[in-house]
């Protein structure tokens, strides 16, 4: 039998493909902390989330940002400090901009010969492009979803509940990341992790300076602050979630002004109403 054996050769044993696949996870993650440019500290996933809180705490005092680090995480830009100094003074003229951009692009897609893109646009074109919108029209920026909301009721929020994160979770193992890190960002303003990440601008995500915009407003109002970032979602901390139905709902217009894609199968009485006791909000985007 071993003329078989050598003429075939030995069977190879099958490779599982889940173990191999947790195999790259793990050695991803393992250069992830490697190259990584500020302080980690390394906890257990099911412990992360107060330990962020602890961290975030002392950044408050000294200056940084805690924010989670996962698998899924990507590596920051080579020169990140630069991209932290981006100037973010008028959010709320940075939303305006982006909403007045998607309202013309929808507009222009409707209209053969005119040019798709809102930078190009003539000024008459885009007058004409907002002046149709309604919600906009009518209430400005942060109004533009309206229409979506406008048969939505009230619903009792469900319980208070403690910090958590979705993003600690791992689908895989169907329960926490056996290991993550929190780094310091070296930056006082959370929303500005999502410039040193350059979070954002692909497919129907905002670009970078909008999403930072989000956030600080979302700071101002709400206390939030982003804690944690992957390849494609983003999570905040909320510090004080809002207390009426009609600032939840004002609220929920923003979530889907910056992330429609994210709620476009959510039930939108139950999304409002867990806004008002949630203590972290998660987006997502393809």
């Known amino acids: 039998m071993r003329w078989l054996k050598s003429l075939f050769g030995q069977r190879k044993p099958t490779e599982d493909p889940q173990v191999a696949a947790r195999i790259r996870q793990e050695a991803d993650w393992q250069r992830l902390l490697a190259d990584w440019p500020y302080p980690l500290r390394l906890v257990p996933g099911a412990q992360a989330a107060a330990v962020w809180q602890d961290e975030a705490a002392i ?15 990507p590596q920051l830009p080579k020169e990140p400090a630069d991209e932290a100094d981006t100037p973010i003074e008028a959010p709320d003229a940075i939303v305006d901009a982006y909403v007045r951009s998607l309202i013309y692009e929808n507009w222009a897609l409707k209209r053969p010969g005119v040019t798709s893109q809102f930078r190009n646009a003539l000024p008459e074109e885009v007058a004409a492009a907002l002046a149709s919108n309604a919600d906009y029209a009518n209430g400005g920026a942060y109004a533009y979803e309206a229409a ?18 979705e993003s600690l979770r791992s689908h895989e193992l ?36 909008e999403v930072a915009a989000f956030a600080r407003r979302w700071k101002q109002l709400h206390g939030a602050n982003i804690a944690c970032i992957t390849d494609d979602t983003l999570e905040l901390a909320v510090e004080h979630p809002p207390t009426t139905f009609e600032a939840a709902k004002r609220l929920a217009q923003e979530h889907m002004l910056l992330c429609g894609e994210g709620l476009a199968d959510v039930d939108l009485n139950y999304y409002i109403a867990t806004l008002r006791s949630r203590r972290s909000w998660f987006f997502w985007w393809d």
Do not use: C, D, M, Y
């Open 148 to 165: 979506a909301f406008e048969n939505t009721t009230e619903i009792p929020p469900p319980p208070a509940e403690h910090l958590t994160f």
């Open 59 to 73: 950044g408050a005092r000294e200056g940084f940002s805690p924010i989670i680090i996962t698998p899924g995480t």
């Open 174 to 209: 169907n329960g926490p990341f056996p290991q993550l890190a929190i780094t310091r960002l070296p930056v006082a303003e959370s929303w500005r992790a999502a410039l040193l990440f350059q979070f954002g601008g692909w497919n129907s995500a905002p670009g970078p300076k």
